[in-house]
């Protein structure tokens, strides 16, 4: 499966920035939809109602997903790579 990545910056509620990127299938071009699966990452990291719009999330490049990420993309809609300050 080729996947989408979205790279991704959010302020935390303790004003340090998040990193990390949102990865969709290849197919999925709308943004909002991404937001979204943005937003469901943020609550379950207690970080809910931080703004997550075009300025923090843009779509990167496309990369071909190793299998657990193609399980959690079919599973869920979405999968996260944590990269900076996520926890």
């Known amino acids: ?45 207690a970080q809910e109602g931080q703004t997550l719009s075009s300025k923090e999330c843009r779509f990167c490049h496309i990369d071909k997903a190793p299998i657990e990420v193609e399980n959690q993309i079919r599973e869920n809609g979405f999968s996260i790579i944590e990269m900076e300050n996520c926890n």
């Open 1 to 45: 499966m080729k996947i989408a990545v979205w790279d991704t910056y959010v302020t935390r509620k303790d004003g340090k920035i998040m990193h990390f990127d949102i990865l969709v299938d290849e197919n999925i071009n709308d943004a909002e939809q991404v937001y979204e699966y943005g937003k469901i990452y943020l609550k379950s990291v």
